[in-house]
């Protein structure tokens, strides 16, 4: 069985770099895409973006200028930076895996991470 | 604002079917996935291309598209189908994605 865990600070202040990293086991992340989402408190889903071990990598043109993911393979996990967060920044963030070889016209994220709250406050 | 739009909220009797709907014009040519996530839980994963249910999924759940508008339908809604449903599929520039804006299920 998959399983992904998500890790990193609760709160941080504004216009600092949010980090966060996903532990994935029963998988390696040499294969499949590898997805960030985020659910604002009381909101809807809103997709990051993915990574591929191929050096395949895809973000939300909305975040691209503040985010870069990245994987390692030697502790079979995928990091996710947030650079000059605001309180819209607030939300449960979860990592996901799309088993797919190519991007599809959809994600088919079949197995998620809990999710971990960061909250963007001084 | 999504460029998958979805109704906030629909209501079903249990015992009834249920169909929610996701309009977009990215799904005139790209298939969707959906997703079912209750209160303090993760997504999960429900249906996904035409009609394909992961395993585990009942099979009264069923996926349809035509035109702008991709469907899921559930047969006989149970107490434990109520939850928050989300499409997902291509954005406009077909090389993101978006998810829909999400349905709020209530069983009578």
């Known amino acids: 069985q998959v399983h992904l865990q998500e890790s990193g600070p609760g709160l941080v202040r504004p216009s600092e770099t949010l980090s966060l990293t996903c532990t994935v086991s029963?998988?390696?992340?040499?294969?499949?895409?590898w997805n960030w989402i985020r659910q604002p408190p009381g909101k809807g889903l809103e997709w990051i973006g993915y990574i591929h071990d191929s050096g395949r990598i895809n973000y939300n043109p909305s975040l691209k200028s503040r985010l870069t993911m990245s994987l390692d393979t030697s502790k079979n996990h995928l990091s996710l930076r947030l650079t000059s967060v605001t309180a819209a920044d607030t939300a449960v963030y979860y990592c996901?895996?799309?088993?797919?070889?190519?991007?599809?016209?959809?994600?088919?994220?079949?197995?998620w991470g809990q999710g971990t709250l960061v909250t963007v406050s001084s | 604002s999504s460029e998958l739009t979805q109704d906030p909220a629909v209501s079903v009797a249990l015992g009834q079917t249920v169909t929610i709907t996701c309009r977009g014009d990215?799904?005139?040519?790209?298939?969707a996935s959906w997703f079912q996530q209750k209160p303090g839980q993760a997504p999960l994963l429900v249906m996904y291309?035409?009609?394909d249910r992961p395993s585990g999924i009942p099979h009264r759940f069923s996926g349809s598209t035509s035109g702008n508008t991709a469907s899921l339908t559930i047969t006989g809604a149970q107490a434990g189908d109520e939850a928050d449903y989300y499409c997902n599929s291509r954005d406009r520039s077909g090389t993101h994605y978006v998810f829909g804006t999400g349905t709020k299920l209530t069983v009578l």
């Open positions: 029963g998988d390696s992340i040499t294969t499949s895409h």
């Open positions: 990215t799904l005139r040519s790209n298939y």
């Open positions: 996901a895996r799309d088993p797919g070889d190519l991007p599809g016209d959809y994600l088919r994220l079949d197995f």
């Open positions: 291309s035409r009609n």
